[in-house]
């Protein structure tokens, strides 16, 4: 592939200008470093420091209590042993299943609607303008409010979608969607789907936009079927950027927070893991014991991340050639 | 290190300005209130303070906060953890004061007048070991809501008991349907897993003669078989009298059945009230309210006490005027002027009989009886766990309405998790 | 010019189809607008069609207390951590994409690690920062949060766009003499148009749609944001959800960010063709 290119132009030259040229990445890269650690690092070291302490409603009253919140063997007066702590809390691994098929499940969708909706609006056709800007109302409606949108679509009573199920004939009764346990996951899919598509759809577009033009050209001249030129040259070429994009959609999802909790705050079958941790660190006083909740989402995610940059052999720095 | 000499310069910087800022010398003071806002209530509350600012010299900011007390408490909760003085009182919900007790002021010895002339087990509620957490402003009690027009047609009573309430829903809904309204149903109420379903289960378990989930004692009471009952009768609702939807209802939902026209009785708070009497609400004039059933002949009533209070912060930097703000908001003058305006109930005892406020909102001095059966919610009690009661608590009831488990096992699930919670003594 | 009947087939089921995405993505918003003519019982009646044209919810909105404020203050906070998060992360992926040294690999995940962790529990450090630098209740507050944790995808995204840009562009201007800051400015901003409009526009919108730290880190109602003020509407108590109101100030603040996708679009086809870069 000719567009591929490695770490800039500095192989050609002497190592002074290599020098040079560190020198000046040090120097780019220093004002965001000093950005994200003055602002990111001590929160992220605080929620750290505070799942290893007993802090309840006042954060300041903890005491240090090792790994007690997160594995911790109680005798009971019966002589019983209990495993306590997030590690053996089915609460917590009910919610991890909870985030991860919603993750995976949301992930998929989003990424093939997503490349399907880039391809439609790469193509030349009237009014491409106002389609692309429409496409991106969903992303663009805050979460708050769309959550509740859709709460209110979705209600068993006066909710359209109910309705408009009920005019296809798709369905025979009123469904509460919200309410039962086995729809209330694809209520929650429906919206985020809904909602984040347009987010991988606009970047798979500008995947596709830097892919120049004339080797379209050069395959419609030599007869390739464009289905094989899309996935023999497209979808390499926008891999990256796809990649990237799903990075970012996966450690989204497995943080859901808000529509899960405008949408079914309570219901066992969607709560996440940021939901139970929020629950822990605010509604039951029980700091500590939500930011040790946080902190093993942290390490599941940083888990999946590295799984995932593994296994699909994301190129983190460029330096092999492609 | 550069980074904490920058810092520290930062810092330098910030605090010069704050005190440019305060340095002024401070006569007036500038006290902030932040509450959850509905309708008008900054308006309303710039007029209600008014007389208290006239009086003191000094001005009170409100700041609004969203409808949702879940939120408001989650952000009051991290505004107190991290010692915020930009705020100096808090409205706070009726179950909170446990929890936040330890950033509030005692205000005992300052209310020391005020305090009896309210109902005492609202003093009480936001009493924390002998110490005044907050004051009551209004207070909030649910009834039930009925179509005379629906029962007057089909020939029921006005039901006492909930197996009364059963047939009746039932009687009118099967004649509303086969009348031609497919959509009509029963009875709605509350049944989304949340707070609100603490209230609406507490109410049921109450009136069968169940206890208060956990005593005032602290004693785990749930378990019981009147308890049991209570649930199986409540399941029995579910997808016969009302949707199955109710599951997911919270008090909004059930209103719009309600108001749609398509509901023979509802569960709600007084403010479906005024808004049932809209101009453009189908059950205009179409019906009354009175209170709750209760399980069998004997058993009285109950209806969850909800209602707001307002506590002075242990960060404020104005606490003796905020002091005085709180006593004027929970004073008579304060409260009529809510009640009349508002249509607030008033926690002081002798504004039921005020003829001015009779005359404005007839509801209240009715509401009077609902009232007198209100039951709190275990919060005293369970002090910071609070919560995770109340998030037990629906858990299981929402898992035996939906049909996971009988209302038996679920309940001798609950007692064991709470008893767990407990450990050696609620703190 | 004359088409086979067959291309016309294509042709017809291309624009059925996106039709068919036009109305996925768009039918909840025209719900919304729908709803946000009508008020009181109406609204718990199904509609497809706007029933009455009543302005009442949006006259309500427009004129409530504070909130053109609050469009304002999230138009400020919203382009300002735009420009600050574009300008931080071209120059830090041009370092990460087109300099070699060791340990960028390393250094990407660690960008990475900032947004692992849940909003909910970073916000006790992050209030407590905020204190300490005495920006509670200004803009800055929110400017701040916004850019370093938009950071990380920002700079992803213009990362791995970089170096997918071919080396010969650079090094004709390194030969040239060209300063690493000519060179981004000169030869890559040019490139980088799609990619610097698609990063720049879903910063802007994750900063105007973020509702905890902007709930959190304000008090007066004239620094708050428009999801905030979204969530101050209210009924008339507290169990009264104003679906009217809330409806016509959602149309409101999506209206803006249609505007700007109208604006930047031509940029984003623009796409490489400015360049005349060969591929």
């Known amino acids: 592939m000719t567009t591929a290119s490695t770490s800039g132009p500095a192989r050609a030259m002497g190592p002074s200008l290599q020098q040079q040229r560190a020198r000046a990445a040090f120097w780019f890269l220093a004002p965001m470093l000093f950005a994200l650690f003055l602002v990111a690092a001590w929160p992220l070291m605080r929620t750290i420091w505070f799942s290893f302490t007993d802090a309840t409603g006042n954060i300041y009253d903890g005491k240090f209590v090792w790994f007690q919140n997160y594995v911790r063997v109680q005798t009971l007066d019966s002589g019983k042993t209990m495993y306590r702590g997030v590690f053996f809390d089915p609460k917590w691994w009910n919610a991890v299943y909870n985030t991860v098929r919603f993750s995976v499940v949301s992930v998929i969708f989003e990424t093939v609607l997503g490349l399907v909706i880039a391809l439609v609006l790469n193509a030349e056709f009237k009014g491409r303008g106002i389609v692309r800007a429409a496409i991106l109302i969903p992303w663009a409606i805050p979460t708050i409010v769309s959550a509740k949108m859709w709460a209110w679509m979705l209600n068993d009573q006066y909710g359209i979608l109910n309705d408009i199920l009920l005019n296809l004939h798709l369905i025979s009764e009123k469904i509460a969607w919200t309410a039962r346990d086995d729809t209330a996951m694809i209520a929650v899919l429906i919206v985020d789907i809904w909602k984040t598509a347009p987010f991988m759809a606009l970047l798979c577009l500008a995947g596709l936009q830097m892919v120049p033009r004339d080797i379209y050209e050069a395959a419609r001249i030599d007869g390739v079927h464009p289905i094989k030129v899309f996935f023999k040259v497209t979808l390499p070429l926008i891999r990256p950027a796809v990649a990237v994009a799903v990075i970012f959609r996966m450690l989204d999802a497995l943080r859901i927070f808000d529509l899960v909790y405008v949408l079914t705050p309570n219901s066992t079958a969607t709560k996440t893991m940021s939901v139970i941790s929020r629950e822990n660190l605010i509604d039951f006083s029980k700091f500590g014991y939500g930011s040790a909740e946080s902190t093993t989402l942290f390490a599941i995610l940083a888990i999946f991340v590295s799984l995932y940059i593994w296994l699909g052999r994301v190129d983190l720095t460029g330096e092999t050639s492609r | 290190m550069s980074f904490g000499y920058r810092a520290k310069a930062m810092r330098a910087t910030a605090i010069a300005a704050v005190l440019a800022a305060v340095g002024a010398p401070v006569m007036a003071e500038e006290i902030t209130y932040v509450s959850g806002a509905v309708g008008k209530a900054v308006e309303n509350f710039a007029a209600l303070v008014k007389p208290w600012e006239e009086a003191t010299g000094n001005t009170v900011k409100m700041v609004p906060m969203p409808a949702s007390t879940t939120d408001q408490f989650a952000q009051y909760r991290l505004w107190l953890s991290a010692g915020t003085s930009d705020i100096d009182l808090y409205q706070t919900d009726v179950i909170w004061a446990p929890q936040l007790a330890d950033h509030f002021v005692d205000l005992t010895e300052a209310a020391k007048d005020l305090a009896p002339t309210h109902f005492p087990s609202i003093i009480e509620s936001q009493t924390v070991n002998g110490k005044l957490v907050a004051l009551p402003i209004f207070t909030d009690a649910p009834a039930l809501y009925y179509r005379k027009d629906l029962l007057d047609k089909y020939g029921v009573a006005v039901p006492k008991t909930w197996d009364e309430l059963t047939a009746a829903a039932k009687t009118v809904m099967d004649g509303e349907r086969a009348a031609g309204n497919p959509d009509f149903w029963g009875f709605v109420w509350q049944g989304n897993a949340y707070e609100g379903l603490t209230c609406d289960a507490l109410e049921w378990v109450k009136s069968f003669g169940g206890g208060q989930i956990v005593e005032p004692d602290g004693t785990i009471s749930i378990n019981n078989e009147k308890a049991v009952k209570a649930l199986e009768t409540a399941k029995g609702w579910v997808g016969t009298i009302s949707p199955e939807g109710v599951l997911s209802y919270q008090e909004e939902e059930s209103r719009g059945v309600w108001q749609a026209g398509n509901a023979a009785f509802m569960r709600n708070w007084p403010y479906a009230y005024g808004l049932g009497n809209g101009d453009d609400s189908k059950v205009k004039g179409l019906f009354g309210v009175t209170t709750l059933p209760v399980g069998a002949e004997g058993d009285t009533s109950a209806a969850t006490l909800g209602g707001w209070n307002v506590a002075v912060s242990k960060y404020s930097k104005h606490q003796e005027a905020a002091i005085s703000l709180a006593l004027y908001l929970a004073g008579p003058e304060a409260q009529k002027q809510r009640a009349i305006n508002e249509s607030n109930l008033p926690t002081i005892i002798s504004l039921y009989d005020d003829p001015d406020i009779a005359a404005a909102q007839p509801i209240i001095p009715q509401w009077k009886d609902v009232f007198l059966n209100a039951v709190p919610r275990p919060s005293a009690p369970t002090l910071s766990h609070y919560n995770e009661v109340s998030s037990l608590f629906w858990s299981a009831v929402h898992d035996t309405l939906s049909g996971n488990g009988s209302a038996a096992d679920n309940l001798a699930k609950l007692e064991a998790d709470l008893t767990d919670l407990k450990g050696d003594g609620w703190k | ?279």
């Open chain 3, 1 to 279: 010019m004359k088409r086979s009947p067959m291309a016309i087939l294509w042709n017809v089921l291309f624009y059925l189809f996106v039709v068919a995405i036009v109305v996925y993505a768009i039918f909840p918003f025209y719900y919304a607008i729908v709803t946000s003519f009508s008020t009181g019982t109406a609204l718990f009646e199904i509609h497809y069609w706007p029933k009455v044209f009543d302005l009442a919810n949006y006259k309500n909105v427009l004129f409530q207390r504070q909130f053109p404020r609050s469009v304002l203050n999230s138009l400020l906070i919203a382009s300002t951590t735009v420009i600050l998060a574009l300008f931080l992360a071209v120059t830090a992926s041009y370092a990460l994409s087109r300099v070699r040294f060791r340990g960028r690999g390393l250094l990407l995940m660690v960008i990475l690690a900032v947004s692992m962790f849940p909003q909910i529990a970073v916000l006790a450090g992050m209030i407590e920062m905020i204190k300490y630098f005495g920006l509670f209740n200004t803009p800055f507050a929110m400017i701040i949060s916004y850019t370093v944790f938009t950071l990380p995808f920002t700079v992803w995204v213009l990362t791995t766009f970089m170096r997918d840009l071919p080396i010969e562009i650079e090094e004709a201007a390194i030969v040239d003499g060209a300063t690493p800051w000519i060179i981004i400015t000169r030869v890559f901003l040019p490139l980088l148009w799609p990619a610097l409009v698609t990063t720049g526009l879903l910063a802007f919108i994750g900063a105007w749609n973020e509702f905890l730290f902007a709930l959190t880190f304000t008090l007066s109602e004239d620094q708050r944001t428009t999801p905030v003020a979204i969530a101050m509407l209210s009924g008339a108590s507290v169990q009264e959800i104003p679906w009217g109101p809330i409806m016509a100030a959602s149309v409101i603040v999506t209206v803006p960010l249609v505007v700007l996708v109208l604006i930047f679009q031509r940029k984003i086809v623009a796409g490489l063709t400015a360049g005349g870069v060969k591929g």
